[in-house]
């Protein structure tokens, strides 16, 4: 049945063991029992929201909204799918299919997520074809995280290889490499941290928990003789708090230690390594649920792969800050032609133009209340899928409303 340009969506929620507990305010657990009209699940952690079509998280039409059964029929992929022109657009969908692109999330984390890296394409569909029930689509994951509060974040390789073993013995008591075989390499520091990353993400399970342990050992010795003011042996210590004896642990001397300010954005191409360790953020990415993991997680590990797929670029990832397109949006523009994001604000009694995209957009309201296009109420935890070429008008009816909006990246057109 064809629905208007502008239909609001029930949204799922994912309950992962790293996101904030139920008991403790998130933006998750507000904005998720908000979107869903529902009660707060204390028993529960609320790590993400997820808005989008990958059905790993299936969001319902909420004017169809059937809850007994949840229906493929009612679902806003099918609703994209069966209206594929209208609903993304002729060049969004010659360029993608008819699918939508990107996936927007809200984060929650409390404690650190996996060592991971997101296949490119080609990977994705060898390891979809192999082993559907851990990677369960075919596409790339490229993607981008806003940082709503103050967010902590390890991505991609620190700059200098041979300094991670200088500031860090364990590792050279792990891994066997000294300080001279880095210098025969030091001509190609990408060979330098392949070869030293490999070697500690492949050592034996026993004897990572001698040296974490020992390095435990070493960094709380320094902290009772007067403190250690060290950012990374201090992150070595929480996430071995979090994850005892864990490969991941040293990974605190391999990658860069980021903290991001609300307003500031990281992205993540195919083939980096990442975790993300605290704060919440909004992110965006192409729709896919593939995650190669290596270390930090309870959950199964493809560490050879991972070790073997990543591009082993070094140095800090580029930190956004949004570029200014009118008074009420701001633009967040990553290399990806999948999806870029704008955080639009307007005022009590004022109204706001939207952009006008040829591709499809899905606007989550982050505070406040008011209408798009008059008609189409929207208040915190409201969320609206709009088709391509839709002109939208915000208006604030009850203090500021401060919208995220996920689209198609504007290169494409």
């Given at each position: 049945?064809?629905r208007?340009a502008?239909?609001q969506?029930?949204c799922a ?7 904030v507990?139920?008991?403790?305010p998130?933006a998750v657990?507000?904005?998720g ?5 529902e009660?707060?699940d ?7 929201l997820w808005?989008g079509?990958?059905l790993s998280g299936l969001n319902?039409?909420k004017e ?6 949840h229906s493929s029929?009612?679902?806003l992929k099918?609703?994209v799918?069966a209206n ?8 969004c969908?010659k360029r ?7 996936l927007l999330?809200v ?11 997101h296949?490119d ?9 192999e082993?559907?029930?851990m990677?369960k689509?075919a596409n790339?994951?490229?993607?981008m995280?806003l940082a709503v509060t103050?967010?902590e974040?390890?991505?991609g390789f ?10 860090c013995?364990e ?8 300080l001279e075989?880095?210098?025969?390499m030091k001509?190609?520091k990408k060979?330098?941290?392949k070869?030293?990353f490999t070697k500690?993400?492949?050592a034996e ?5 001698k040296q974490?342990r020992?390095l ?5 010795e ?5 403190g250690?003011d060290d950012?990374?042996?201090r992150?070595?210590?929480r ?20 903290k991001?300010?609300?307003?500031e ?5 195919a083939?980096?390594?990442?975790a993300y360790?605290d704060?919440e ?12 993991r290596?270390?930090?997680?309870p959950?199964?590990?493809d560490?050879?792969?991972?070790c073997?797929m990543?591009?082993y670029?070094?140095?800090k990832?580029e930190?956004l ?5 009118d ?7 990553p290399p ?17 133009e ?10 989550l309201?982050?505070n406040?209340?008011g ?5 189409v109420?929207i208040?915190?935890g ?9 002109k939208?008008?915000l208006?604030s009816?009850?203090g500021?409303v401060?919208?995220?909006?996920a ?7």
């Amino acid at each position: 049945m064809k629905r208007g340009a502008l239909v609001q969506l029930k949204c799922a929620i994912q309950h992962y063991d790293w996101g904030v507990s139920g008991q403790t305010p998130s933006a998750v657990a507000e904005l998720g029992s908000l979107n869903r009209e529902e009660k707060i699940d204390e028993e529960k952690p609320h790590a993400e929201l997820w808005m989008g079509t990958h059905l790993s998280g299936l969001n319902v039409i909420k004017e169809t909204d059937d809850s007994s059964s949840h229906s493929s029929s009612s679902s806003l992929k099918s609703h994209v799918e069966a209206n594929a022109k209208e609903t993304l657009g002729e060049k969004c969908l010659k360029r993608f299919g008819n699918d939508l692109p990107f996936l927007l999330k809200v984060l929650s984390v409390a404690k650190a997520l996996s060592i991971q890296a997101h296949p490119d394409k080609q990977l994705a569909e060898k390891l979809h074809e192999e082993k559907p029930h851990m990677y369960k689509d075919a596409n790339h994951k490229p993607e981008m995280a806003l940082a709503v509060t103050e967010f902590e974040a390890m991505s991609g390789f620190i700059s200098e290889p041979k300094e991670a073993l200088e500031k860090c013995p364990e590792l050279k008591a792990l891994t066997g490499i000294s300080l001279e075989e880095m210098d025969e390499m030091k001509e190609d520091k990408k060979a330098q941290m392949k070869y030293l990353f490999t070697k500690v993400m492949l050592a034996e399970k026993e004897e990572v928990a001698k040296q974490v342990r020992a390095l435990v050992k070493r960094l709380e010795e320094a902290e009772g003789k007067g403190g250690n003011d060290d950012e990374r042996d201090r992150l070595a210590l929480r996430l071995n708090g979090q994850y005892p004896d864990d490969v991941g642990v040293m990974c605190a001397y391999l990658l860069n230690y980021i903290k991001l300010q609300p307003g500031e954005a990281v992205y993540m191409a195919a083939n980096e390594p990442h975790a993300y360790l605290d704060g919440e953020c909004v992110e965006v990415m192409a729709t896919s649920d593939n995650v190669v993991r290596a270390g930090l997680t309870p959950k199964a590990r493809d560490t050879e792969i991972l070790c073997d797929m990543l591009t082993y670029k070094l140095g800090k990832p580029e930190v956004l800050t949004g570029d200014v397109i009118d008074k009420n949006t701001k633009r967040y523009l990553p290399p990806f032609d999948e999806f870029e994001l704008e955080v639009i604000s307007c005022s009590k009694n004022e109204t706001a133009e939207l952009t006008v995209s040829q591709g499809p957009s899905i606007l989550l309201v982050k505070n406040g209340k008011g209408r798009l296009n008059d008609d189409v109420a929207i208040e915190k935890g409201s969320v609206v899928f709009a088709n391509a070429n839709e002109k939208m008008t915000l208006i604030s009816d009850d203090g500021e409303v401060s919208i995220y909006r996920a689209q198609v990246n504007t290169r494409v057109f």
